[in-house]
């Protein structure tokens, strides 16, 4: 872990009308079985079995990627249509409606400018995102050092997605990313290349997902920086599920590694709607989340207020686009 990195904030990280699956070859319905109870497996996985590795070199893309993910307190692993699902579950990706763009805005804690992009058709997203800020200067112990240094973080990303099997009713798609990351501070930069995975289940109004993201591999996954050090990628495993009721959308996910559980709902009334959700982190903190849209025609406003337990409350603004 780099010195600076004491200084990066931990973030707590769409849905729409269900759409109708694409037309895939049949499977046996052993296979959709097989994949439900690996999710079930998934969710039940002992928690003396998880790596308890709370480094964040990747700290950025806590963040986020869109304002209306992260006014239901950041859930997506189980969520569709929205091309921001690029950087969280892959997978998601094949049930991107049309052409899509969503932008996203923010700075957060007053410390830092972030700028996200994704955008895509069904099946495929490529993004990114930009995070500016100055941090202190330390030593080699972590000690100030005095002044500042210019601090950056980017990410670009480009995926893909399709059905790989349908049966008993329930569709399974699959999808597969890889990003390209970059940190630099002051005159030393450092960068990787990694690849993040996921599965989606579909059965009517209900989804149920599972992503990794960070996969290492050899070179794949390390970020080496100018001045020889080099520091992994943390691995993120999230489980996930939606289900709609009419217009309100139920959300939550769960992190593996970081033992977060997050919550969220989006109700629609005409073209207004209101979010909101919980993030549960280990020691019993928790984040509060509110959020906000309105759609006009093929344009969409949201906006999200998150409110830390011990940081300044910060603010997301994303517009988006249905080409």
Do not use: C
Request: charge should be neutral; avoid cysteine.
């Amino acid at each position: 872990m780099r010195t600076h990195d004491s200084r990066q904030r931990k973030g707590y990280p769409a849905g729409g009308p269900p759409v109708a699956p694409p037309a895939t070859r049949h499977a046996p319905p052993v296979l959709t079985a097989a994949v439900l109870l690996a999710l079930a497996a998934a969710m039940t996985w002992p928690a003396a079995a998880r790596a308890a590795d709370y480094a964040q070199t990747m700290a950025a893309g806590g963040i986020g990627y869109s304002a209306r993910l992260l006014g239901m307190a950041g859930v997506s692993v189980g969520l569709v249509d929205e091309t921001a699902t690029l950087f969280t579950n892959p997978a998601a990706l094949a049930l991107v409606r049309r052409p899509h763009v969503t932008t996203l805005y923010t700075r957060p804690f007053g410390e830092a400018d972030h700028v996200a992009v994704s955008g895509g058709i069904p099946g495929f997203a490529a993004g990114g995102s930009l995070t500016t800020s100055a941090v202190d200067r330390t030593d080699e112990y972590g000690l100030p050092a005095g002044g500042a240094a210019g601090y950056q973080e980017l990410t670009v990303a480009l995926g893909g997605a399709a059905a790989v099997a349908r049966a008993a009713g329930a569709t399974l798609y699959a999808g597969g990313a890889a990003r390209y990351y970059r940190q630099a501070v002051a005159d030393v930069q450092g960068q990787a290349f990694t690849a993040d995975v996921g599965l989606l289940v579909e059965a009517g109004a209900a989804q149920v997902g599972i992503s990794r993201r960070n996969l290492r591999a050899g070179a794949i996954g390390v970020v080496r920086y100018q001045d020889g050090v080099e520091d992994p990628l943390d691995p993120a495993t999230t489980i996930g599920a939606a289900v709609r009721l009419g217009p309100v959308l139920v959300a939550g996910d769960h992190g593996l590694e970081d033992a977060t559980t997050r919550v969220g709902a989006e109700a629609w009334v005409g073209q207004l709607a209101v979010r909101g959700g919980v993030a549960f982190a280990p020691g019993g903190e928790r984040q509060v989340s509110l959020g906000a849209g309105v759609a006009l025609g093929a344009v969409k406003v949201d906006y999200a207020y998150l409110m830390h337990p011990a940081l300044p409350d910060s603010h997301r603004l994303s517009l988006s686009v249905d080409l």
